[in-house]
């Protein structure tokens, strides 16, 4: 009796809070003993009767089961709707701005890792190899191009002579007529190193002057045996310390160090901003007129007159002190250029223009 009671008590909260539902299963159990008993104990009309009654009576709860439900579940629903769900939009919004953040981050991330530093004169002379392959255009801005004349321009131009493919170059290197940045840029290198470099020279304000006129002497020697080639020159009255070379694939950043440089793939952001600062710079420049190559016709090796008339022409006259000799010192200069990384390339167009 004792375990009874206590089963009672436990019961009871829970037949109280449902006692809808409790009162359907009992009436339930109740009309499904009464409807398995004998005739004779429970007449048909009469087990009818309290099925009929008691069916009624548990859809009547059941209803009523669900009407206390829905009253019970409306302050839950209002409070999410008028909670979580207002929320909601304001959340897409946060979550879609967070995305944004992520995508910009890893794709400043992407464009970091592809801006390398290059530590020797093997590594720099692969990088201009790989800028220079299969490339259509290229921009040179730097001192007075020595590089630019002894390997990438004349192997640029072999390799569009050998695909019959258009090549368009566009260089910037310091005005050979301007002294006063000729003698900045000269103490400026000899204050990094009074010693000779790669090519066996030092540098002074002649060097420098010789330097530019060779540069601007190549471009038109190279204009007039490629049809293709489409080369512009800009003579800049300021010096930098930095060199571009910047090709279609690549852009190659050097210094003064031979063994220090920089690399950054095209479509990244630190290509793209100096492919705009060379684009920005050339228009700044002092402009040689490369339509005068033919009214200057040059010889496989260039004669001494031959060069004083296409500087005569261009505007860009030779010092009055030049003699015969400075003439062909320009002329070596701008055909036959040493390279300043300490590598011997032969030039790739022979002098017969094959």
Known sequence: MARFTAALKRAAPWAAQNADGAIALLLAVVIGVLGIMPDKIVPTDVQTQLVNAATLVIMALVATALLRDRVRQAPVEETITSGALAQLPVRLSRLEEIETLVHGTRKALDALQLVRVLGSKQEI???HAEARKDTTRWSFKGGTGTYLRAVTLPECVAAARRDKRHLVVRVEVIDPSNVEVC???AHYRRSLSDSPDATGETWTTDRVRKESYAT????FWYRQRYGLLDIEVGLSASMTTFRWDLSATRLIMTVEDPNRAMTALAGTFYYENCDTELRLSFEQAR???????KKAPLSDEPTIEEVQDLFGRIGVPLPK???GRDVVDIARKALRAVDPYGEAHPAALRRDGT
């Not at 601007?216 to 471009?219: C, N, P, T």
Request: charged content about 20%; aromatic content about 16%.
């Open 125 to 127: 002379a692969q990088m």
């Open 183 to 185: 003698e900045t840029y």
């Open 216 to 219: 601007i002497l190549a471009a």
């Open 287 to 293: 402009r040689v007129p490369m339509d005068m190559y």
């Open 321 to 323: 002190a030049y003699d």
